[in-house]
């Protein structure tokens, strides 16, 4: 049994945290809102009430937060996690998406507070996370990786080694950003089709098993066509747009313009003024329909 720290308790956070548990480790965990903790401590989790807390005597501590603020907030400062007495050599595991600068910065605090930092942002839905299938797309080296293993293993089907720290969260900027794109398309076709007179339910169950057919195409268009974007809300359009603005200055970081990315960071900004940030990502198509001319 491992003395583990889990920062973060979310929709994901959650999912990933009692998985370990279910695996035997000892777990402390902390979230800003502790309520949404409480399903985790009925499992025999402690809840502590600060990550300086959580991580006391921690030899393993995950992180998994909504953006680069809530990051800092749970590393630094007087009760942050790295003001805390952990194991020394703790390994120290962020899975959160944030951006590429902030994961550099953060790894060399860690490094200097005496913890091996892993560079470990991760795919899937809640359900993924709940039942340890997710995909760990991982930047560090080697022997932190070998170390992490058997706990990654515990929370994942698959885990994708991308390269030195940074490399993991590089692939998965690229690939949210892309993910942005396609939504973003997706309601444009959508809108197109019922312009069109065509049955966009119909329409959603072509365009998942077709060409321009993805993941993300199929889940998003279906929850387009029947208007579902505030019932079971899985990911909201505060997180989209964050995911995609990391994503765009990361291509700026490698010198390079994208357009493409620009005019879909534009549409969810679009949902953001409208003041529909906790709708899911789907409602991109209301903004959309809004800005477009009469017929």
Known sequence: MTTIAF??????????????????HELRVYNRTADKAAGLVAQGAVLAHSPAEAVRGA???????????????????????????????????????????????LAGSVAKAGLAYLDCPVTGLPDAAANGNLTLFLGGDKETIDRALPFLEVISTDQIHFGPLGAGTAYKLIVNLMGSIQIAAAAEGLVTAERAGLDLELVAQALACGGCGSPQVARNAALMARGEHDKDVVFSTRWRQKDTDYGLRFAAKMGLDQPLGAQALAA??????????????????ESLRKSLPKK
């Open 268 to 285: 969810f900004n679009a949902v953001l003024d409208d003041g529909h940030a906790a709708s899911a990502e789907t409602r991109v198509i």
């Open 59 to 105: 030899e393993v501590i995950f992180s998994m937060v909504g953006d680069d603020a809530a990051s800092r907030a749970i590393w630094n400062g007087p009760s942050g996690a790295l003001a805390g007495k952990f194991q020394p050599g703790a390994l120290a595991i962020e899975c959160s998406t944030l951006s590429h600068d902030w994961v550099l910065e």
């Open 7 to 24: 920062l973060g308790t979310g929709l994901m956070g959650s999912g990933m945290a009692a998985c370990l548990l279910r695996a035997g």
